[in-house]
């Protein structure tokens, strides 16, 4: 089950790795019925990429993959 803190802590993780390689992010964190649970917009991160990371977060839940995988997986 997602909890608000299971989402803050999946949101601090992803600000992190942003950081680490310099790319500001739109973070979006749903619960299993894709329900948005959390976002962040990260100062610089696209304003167009808002709707691409709610819509990428309910993509891997609904194929139960991680967004990591899902973007391994269409990204070639």
Do not use: Y
Not at 3 to 10: H, P, S
Not at 16 to 33: C, E, L, R
């Amino acid at each position: 089950m997602m909890t608000m803190e299971k989402a803050q802590r999946i949101i601090e993780e992803r600000i992190v790795k942003a950081k680490q390689i310099g790319q500001p992010m739109n973070i979006a964190v749903v619960d299993t019925g894709a329900n948005l649970t959390a976002f962040v917009r990260m100062d610089g991160a696209w304003l167009a990429s808002i709707d691409i990371a709610i819509n990428k977060a309910c993509t891997a839940n609904a194929f139960d993959i991680s967004t990591r995988e899902h973007g391994r997986n269409t990204c070639h």
